[in-house]
Each structure stands twice: as C-alpha cells, then as structure tokens.
C-alpha cells in the first residue's frame, strides 16, 4: 500500500497542521470537524487490520491475517497498535477482544478524537465539575456524561476536550472491536500528562453524579504491542 493519497496519510497530514507546535489553543470546530470526517472514513484495512470473523477460517490460530494484515478477531488481550508519536500528537489503535475492558482513566490537557472501527464499545465518562483535590491522591466530583453509551463502526467520530465531553472514560469491548484514537498532546509523565485511573463511586442522593477517586493501575490491565502494518507514512521531520 503506498503512502502517498492514503486515508493514514491524510489524517497524519490533517494531524500535523492542525496541532503542530505552538499552536496551545483548542482547535477550531471547523478544524475539528475536518479530522472527525476523515477519521468517519477511516476503516480497519486503513491501519493494517482484517477485522474478518475468526469462524471465517482465516485465523490461521494467531493474529496473523490474509494479505499482511492482522486479524483483528484473533486478538486475544487488549493490543495497541503505535502508529505515530511526536510532542505534539499521537495516533494509535486499540484492538479488543469482547469483553475486555479499559478502566476508567483520564486525559489531562488533552484533546482526544476517536473512531470504532469495527465491532462495537459500551463508553462510560465524566467531567470535573470542581477542581479536584490531591490529599494525597486526586479526588472530587463529577458529572456523568455518558452511561454505557454504545459507540459502533456506523458511529461518527467522538471528540473530547480537557474540561468537557467526557474526559474521564472506561470503555467495555461488547464484542471484537478497534478503536482508532488520536491524542493531542499525548501522554507523558515529564511534561506533567500521565494516565490516571479512578473508581467511581455513586451519590444516590444526586443522581448524574458521582465521586471519583484516584487508584493505582489495575493490576490486571494488560496491554500487548503489535506492529502497524498500514501503508507508510511519510513523516514531516520539521515539525515532529
């Protein structure tokens, strides 16, 4: 697959121009509404997935697929898929077998954008109604946001902000599924970005909110690495 017209390649492009270094304000909503349609158009083979039914005969028994591709059903644990990381942004998927469930974690600072590719996610997410507190881990309250709001292929592209739609998430894979995910700036403990987890815990006197407080990393939260394997991108040394 060549890279030059690709949909990755597009996006990478769109990526760059729109939170290239020095740009520190939110992006605009048509600049938003740019990426979210080249992202709506994104589907797996885009990012080197055949999403094909394991029961299809074309598993081959691992996550290796027909013509290079990885088999997105034979994904066993929850896989990521690094396809780009500068400072300014990161673009990656999520492959999930059903069932598998990322705990609820947060996205400081962030904007992030997202698209199913297949399958389909039940999403759970919050917001900060106050400032959170660190004594000595974070705590405070939230409003819900979404309650196990089901996002699938057919679904547009979601976008969330530092302080709005949804920043604090869990996602449950309700069957073989990959997110395709871009985060602007991505995580990083040095420049004060690292990914936090939380328990929510219910007000039943106050509906629509709850209490979130800091945990440490599940200790069953297992996340493997495999290789890209859509068509090469051809990188803008410049600016990242």
């Not at 299809?56 to 290079?68: D, E, I, M, P």
């Not at 929850?78 to 609820?104: K, M, N, Q, W």
């Not at 709850?210 to 200790?219: G, K, Q």
Request: aromatic letters at 8%; charged letters at 20%; hydrophobic letters at 40%.
């Amino acid at each position: 697959m060549e890279a030059e017209g690709s949909k990755m390649q597009r996006l990478y492009d769109a990526c760059d121009m729109v939170f290239s270094s020095g740009r520190a304000e939110l992006p605009t909503p048509r600049q938003l509404g740019w990426l979210q349609g080249i992202l709506d158009a994104m589907e797996p083979a885009d990012v080197g997935i055949d999403e094909g039914s394991v029961s299809s005969g074309r598993s081959g028994g691992g996550a290796g697929g027909s013509h290079g591709l990885i088999l997105g059903h034979a994904i066993k644990q929850i896989t990521y898929i690094h396809i780009h990381e500068c400072e300014d942004f990161s673009i990656g998927v999520f492959c999930f077998p059903a069932g598998a469930r990322l705990p609820l974690h947060d996205h400081p600072r962030m904007v992030v954008l997202t698209k199913v590719l297949y399958g389909s996610i039940a999403l759970k997410s919050y917001d900060w109604v106050t400032t959170p507190i660190s004594n000595p881990k974070r705590s405070g309250l939230a409003k819900v946001v979404a309650d196990d709001s089901v996002l699938q292929a057919s679904s547009k592209a979601s976008v969330l902000f530092p302080r709005s739609g949804g920043n604090i998430h869990s996602l449950i894979a309700l069957t073989p599924c990959a997110i395709l995910d871009v985060l602007a700036p991505p995580y990083s403990e040095e420049q004060g970005r690292p990914s936090t987890y939380y328990v929510d815990i219910p007000i039943p006197p106050l509906p629509g909110f709850v209490v979130l407080e800091e945990i440490d990393t599940p200790d069953d939260l297992r996340v493997a690495g495999a290789p890209y394997l859509g068509p090469e991108l051809l990188f803008d040394l410049d600016s990242c």
